[in-house]
């Protein structure tokens, strides 16, 4: 009988420290692309005030930051779209999406094969579990 129960606690501590550390990845990665959850500071970056704009200095200079290494982007985009049309002219071909098609097979390829790795994973940690409770 006491066996049972040190088994089911910690089958519960567990479970709880793997909540908590998904809930923890997944807020960080939320608020890394969209930006603090309900208009809070996000959880890893402590900015102060600053006193001229009202914002956080982290973020105007981020802003900031950000509009210029866009820009700089979109110009190397348009270079390297010059550059593709270019080189497809001199080639004697039109840029067509049959080009694509070796990408999309490799994409399908390495989708599969996560969702492979993935199911196996998930399969393990329920036999994992499976193997603690019984």
Known sequence: ???????WVLLGGAIVIMVIYGMEVS???IER???????????????????????PAAETTGDRLTEQRIAKLEKELQEVRRLAEEQAKENGRPIDQ????AVNKLA??????LQTVTTSGIKWVVSLFDSVTS
């Open 27 to 29: 807020t960080s990665g």
């Open 98 to 101: 049959s080009d694509n098609a």
């Open 108 to 113: 399908d390829g390495t989708a599969g094969l």
């Open 33 to 55: 692309i969209y930006g603090p959850i309900e208009g809070g500071q996000p959880s890893s970056i402590a900015a102060e005030p600053s006193v001229s704009s009202g914002k």
């Open 1 to 7: 009988m006491r066996w049972n129960a040190l088994k």
